[in-house]
Structure formats: structure tokens, C-alpha cells
């Protein structure tokens, strides 16, 4: 296991998000009564169980459902990219992707074809929200994948049947406070209990090369949640 697999674990989610977000993200759909949420995090999950929904969470990483499970989330472990077969039972289809490693047109037809005919269906994906420096580009296309423009996502989103009643884009502190910051400590924690060999020099540098990257070029992409009406 590598460095930064290790610190992911340490963490309350594998990605840049903050609950102000999930909050924000969740009043846009309206008044939802169940729903089942595919992602990194239990943050908002919990935060669909306090709005009163009855929630299903679906992690593929087995330390994440175990942690949602103790904090009293109904949760299940699922192949990555895996949907849960009852995911059509649920008002709200959350999906918390990063970078489609086949297409955004297969993502959004994988989720038309699930989600129950009406229902919404938020679906998050890292795009670029600018046309992006060809330094930026280069980083982003070789540290996370094939980013598509917000949108393209939007067009494709169309295309594929769904309603596109609106979108957000994570703002600057969902990278720099919520996830950087407290990524880089946990980093340092690390250092402190093992002290610094080859394996974590490599992996820090790697980090803070992103955690730069961002701070440079933060206009330029984030995340960006959908809200899709089935």
C-alpha cells in the first residue's frame, strides 16, 4: 500500500468535498424522502439521515463501509463503479465519482438506466470549468485522467435523457482548508510515527506538487455536482 493510500484511510473522505457542500448540494433537490448515496464519505450520508431520508450508502472501499456502519448508516461494499441493484427503490441516486476511466456518456447512461423514472439523480465529476493552461492540463490529465469540460458534461447529460434542473461547482475550500490542509497534516503525523524514508519523501513531494498545482490554477477545474431529474 502506498503513502497516500494510507493517508486516505486516516481521513474522513478520499476527495476534495466538505459537508457546507453536501448541505448546499442537498437543498437543490428538493425534498427527497429516501435515497442512496455511491461515494468516498460518510459525511453526507449522515447528513441525508438527519433531513429524516432513509439512506443506503455504497462504498468500494471495505473501511469505509465499515466506518459508516458504526456511525449507524445502512451500508454496503460494491465493485468500484458497481451500482447496488435496488438503487431504482431511492427518490435521490447520489453518485460521487472523480474522473471516468471509460467515458462520462457510459457513467450517465449507467445511472439513467438505474435511477427510478423521476427521481434525481446527483452526479459528481471532476471537470474543467475554464479552458485550462497547457501546464495545468498536462498535471491534472496525468495525476487524475481525462477531465471533460462542465460543459460537455452538460450536453452529454442531456443527451442521454435526464433533466438537468442544476448544477454546482465545489468551491476553492472544499480543495485548500478541507482536504489539503488536513491531508498534509496528516502527512506530517505520519512522518513523526515512521520518520521520513524514501517511500514518504516521494509521496509528500507528489502531495504538495498537487496541493500547488491547485493553489496556482484553482479556477481552472473543481468538482461539479449535477442535479439530474430521472
Known amino acids: 500500500m502506498n503513502l497516500i493510500s494510507v493517508l486516505y484511510g486516516q481521513m474522513e473522505r478520499s476527495s476534495a468535498g466538505s459537508a457546507g457542500t ?18 468516498d464519505e460518510a459525511v453526507t450520508p449522515l447528513a441525508m439521515k438527519a433531513r429524516g431520508m432513509s439512506v443506503r450508502a455504497a462504498f468500494s472501499e471495505l473501511p469505509r463501509a465499515e466506518a459508516a456502519r458504526a456511525a449507524g448508516i445502512d451500508a454496503v461494499s460494491v465493485q ?25 456518456a457510459q457513467r450517465l447512461r449507467q445511472l439513467k438506466d438505474a435511477c427510478r423514472k423521476g427521481g434525481i439523480v446527483v452526479y ?18 496525468r495525476r487524475f485522467g481525462a477531465v471533460q469540460p462542465l460543459d460537455t458534461v452538460l450536453r452529454t447529460a442531456r443527451e442521454t435523457g435526464f433533466g438537468v434542473q442544476d448544477f454546482y461547482i465545489a468551491p476553492r475550500t472544499d480543495w ?7 491531508l498534509m497534516n496528516a502527512a506530517k503525523a505520519y512522518a513523526d510515527d515512521h520518520g521520513e524514508d524514501t517511500v514518504y519523501t516521494a509521496g509528500i513531494g507528489e502531495l504538495q506538487k498537487e496541493a500547488d498545482m491547485f493553489e496556482l490554477h484553482s479556477e481552472e477545474y473543481s468538482y461539479v455536482y449535477y442535479i439530474l431529474k430521472g
Not at 83 to 104: H, I, M, Q, R
Open 22 to 39: 453536501t448541505e448546499q448540494v442537498l437543498r437543490m433537490c428538493g425534498g427527497c424522502k429516501s435515497a442512496l448515496y455511491i461515494g
Open 80 to 104: 468500484r463503479f458497481e451500482l447496488p441493484d435496488d438503487a431504482a427503490d431511492y427518490d435521490l441516486l447520489w453518485y460521487g465519482g472523480a474522473v471516468e476511466f471509460d467515458s462520462v
Open 124 to 141: 459528481r465529476t471532476l471537470c474543467w470549468l475554464i479552458d485550462p493552461s497547457p501546464d495545468t492540463r498536462t498535471f491534472v490529465t
Open 176 to 182: 485548500t482548508t478541507e482536504f489539503y490542509s488536513k
